[in-house]
């Protein structure tokens, strides 16, 4: 497969990704911006993604049933080099499955995800799939 992303700065508060027909405003002010996601968070959100994107493609194949999945992630960066050190997840499902079953989509969602495998090849992922309380 082949992707292709365009972006260009719009001035020195941002910027803009363009894919597909969707738009994304970068955070690229030095000052940082509320109202738009910075490199990291971009990261994250990639990642977040393929995970949400891993349960939808392997919930069918399982016989999965759910009826909701939340993704909070966290990064841990140092300074000098610059680069991010850890990144933490934690995979909440709405769901009656059993244990073993839990387990089972956790292992899968990692294992079949094109970010998370590109990630995890740089940087330490670190995480949980469980039930929603």
Known sequence: MDYRLHARRI???GSLALA???EVTLDTDLAGRSDAM???ELLLAALAACMLKGIERVTPMLKFQIDG???????????APPRLTLIR????????ETDQRLDLLHRNVLKYGTISNTLSAAVPLQGVLRRKA
């Open 20 to 22: 597909k027909a969707a």
């Open 89 to 96: 997840y934690e995979i909440v499902v709405d769901s009656r």
């Open 38 to 40: 910075n490199p990291v």
């Open 69 to 79: 999945v939340t993704v909070d992630l966290q990064a841990l960066r140092q300074d």
């Open 11 to 13: 001035d020195a508060h």
